[in-house]
Nanobody, 125 residues
Framework: QVQLVESGGGLVQAGGSLRLSCAAS???????????MGWFRQAPGKERELVAT??????????ADSVKGRFTISRDNPKNKNTVYLQMNSLKPEDTAVYYC?????????????WGQGTQVTVSS
């Protein structure tokens, strides 16, 4: 069974911080370091958008312009951790969305592969 389980969402005031986690489990993730990881978000009435990605090795990251300088993606590859994080600082009301974790093999690119169930982030003004 493949599972990506997000946690860490919640309600925060504008200017605050949250740290999202996504834990990967299941036999297909026995080599977690084979997978690139991404965070996406979807606000009500809007399409799902890419927030940040990190390569399988963790050596390269990419961010949407709207979150650059505020969000940081990172990952733990060692065995039995298999977790990717999204540190979100200086949060704005427009960051309010359901945040989804995505695991993909590099040839496919972000947005393909496996998805978590999502975690709600609400930023109040």
């Amino acid at each position: 069974q493949v599972q990506l389980v997000e946690s860490g969402g919640g309600l925060v005031q504008a200017g605050g911080s949250l740290r999202l986690s996504c834990a990967a489990s299941g036999p297909i993730f026995s080599i977690f370091s084979d997978y690139g990881m991404g965070w996406f978000r979807q606000a009500p009435g809007k399409e799902r958008e890419l927030v940040a990605t990190i390569t399988s090795s963790g050596g390269s990251t990419n961010y949407a312009d709207s979150v650059k300088g505020r969000f940081t993606i990172s990952r733990d590859n060692p065995k039995n951790k298999n977790t990717v994080y999204l540190q979100m600082n200086s949060l704005k009301p427009e960051d309010t969305a359901v945040y989804y974790c995505n695991a993909y093999l590099s040839p496919l690119g972000p947005g393909r592969g496996y998805w978590g169930q999502g975690t709600q982030v609400t930023v109040s003004s």
